[in-house]
């Protein structure tokens, strides 16, 4: 069981880096896109259980390092976390709109001190950006869908 545990804190580690280092580092524009598009295009290519990790993953890192991320580079965070959002979006589309799925992600993004919860993380700048991408990104997706969303209420 400790060794799952260390197994699980040395993975969560190793996507921190992956996501926040990289992108630190990434200084011209076209590096940064197309660092950002591989980096988002994990979240719909994955299985399952690891894209929903490495998703919330995600969250939790941009919320806990957002304070310390200079005027310089938001820019490429804000990008980085559209596309992300977006490849949150393809991930249920691709399953279908799966009710389950959808509740599981939506956790992700809301509940449990993740994201939008209440913990010891300053970083509502990024909440309100997620907030302000959310629905700009379920646009394209929500027309082909329409009636699969409406189901659901």
């Avoid at 880096?17 to 200084?27: F, S, V």
């Avoid at 913990?119 to 379920?138: C, M, R, T």
Wanted: one cysteine or more; glycine letters at 6%; aromatic letters at 16%.
């Amino acid at each position: 069981m400790e060794a799952e545990i260390a197994s699980e804190a040395g993975h969560e580690e190793a996507l921190e880096g992956l996501i926040l280092y990289c992108m630190w580092h990434a200084d011209k524009a076209p590096a940064q896109t197309q660092l950002i598009d591989r980096l988002s295009s994990l979240v719909p290519g994955l299985h399952l259980p690891l894209a929903i990790h490495y998703f919330s993953v995600f969250l939790v890192t941009m919320r806990r390092e957002w304070s310390g991320i200079d005027a310089l580079r938001l820019d490429k965070f804000y990008l980085l976390i559209r596309r992300f959002v977006a490849s949150f979006f393809a991930l249920m589309r691709n399953n279908s709109w799966d009710l389950e799925l959808v509740k599981r992600l939506m956790v992700c993004v809301r509940g449990g001190g993740a994201f939008f919860g209440d913990d010891k993380f300053p970083g509502k700048g990024v909440n309100y950006h997620v907030a302000s991408v959310f629905l700009e990104e379920l646009r394209p997706f929500f027309f082909r869908s329409t009636r699969m969303w409406l189901s659901y209420f």
